[in-house]
């Protein structure tokens, strides 16, 4: 079955620590995202990335890093530099041009800082 | 999300229809889209409207567009207590990116 698969479902971060969440989509799309999740504000886009080897910001790009070495691949860093990491981390894949898709999104990474 | 508005919670009776409400404001917008995010899990595609349609129905959901007013709405009938969650519209743009409302909480009482 194709789907997108971010792990893991958990993680804690200590104060000072980098940490990397896993996201791995076996769709075949070009396009992958990185959204964060705040309770009640929505989606927000951190980065994004519609073909291989480039990547561009989005609306909270700030303490975040990413790379996109292959296209079924599109690991998160999330730096020391962020100060307020604690959230809901969404991954989501699309094809380019075939719009009724919409987006596929994984399950999702709960980040904590401890 | 900034771009796209729903109110955000909205209680309903089990057995009864809801009604979720959206503004967006991108008139380019090609297909609007309603996704569903359960407790604790990432969001699943309900249903989509391509731009030139006015109503889109599919079982128990009902979709309409006035694209005059820019405005959208998902109707649930006969909503169970399977459909408390989180609804998020959704407007793509010309660069095949997706923005996102701020999500509207149902919950369904007995």
């Known amino acids: 079955d194709g789907g997108i698969t971010q792990s893991p479902k958990y993680l804690f971060r200590k104060e000072g620590q980098n940490v990397t969440l896993s996201c791995e989509q076996n769709?075949?799309?070009?396009?992958m995202y990185w959204y964060r999740q705040d309770p009640g504000q929505g989606l927000r886009l951190i980065y994004y990335?519609?073909?291989?080897?480039?990547?561009q910001k989005g609306d909270i790009a700030e303490g975040y890093s990413v790379s996109r070495e292959k296209k079924e691949s599109f690991p998160l860093t999330v730096t020391s530099a962020q100060k307020n990491p604690t959230a809901f981390y969404l991954c989501?894949?699309?094809?380019?041009?075939?719009?009724?898709?919409?987006?596929?999104f994984g399950s999702g990474t709960r980040l904590t800082v401890v | 999300g900034e771009d796209v508005e729903q109110s955000l919670f909205l209680s309903v009776r089990e057995g009864d229809s809801s009604v979720i409400n959206c503004t967006y404001t991108?008139?380019?917008?090609?297909?609007l889209y309603w996704y569903k995010q359960e407790p604790g899990a990432g969001l699943q595609l309900l249903t989509y409207?391509?731009?030139?349609?006015d109503m889109k129905q599919d079982q128990r959901l009902t979709v309409l567009l006035n694209k005059k007013d820019k405005h959208l709405s998902l109707r649930i009938a006969d909503t169970q207590t399977g459909d408390s969650a989180i609804y998020f519209c959704?407007?793509?743009?010309?660069?095949?990116?997706?923005?996102f409302g701020a999500g509207t909480t149902v919950t369904v009482r007995a």
């Open positions: 989501a894949s699309s094809p380019i041009g075939v719009e009724q898709d919409g987006y596929t």
């Open positions: 990335s519609q073909i291989v080897n480039d990547f």
């Open positions: 409207i391509f731009s030139n349609m």
């Open positions: 991108d008139s380019s917008s090609t297909y």
């Open positions: 769709l075949n799309h070009d396009a």
């Open positions: 959704a407007e793509s743009s010309n660069d095949y990116k997706l923005s």
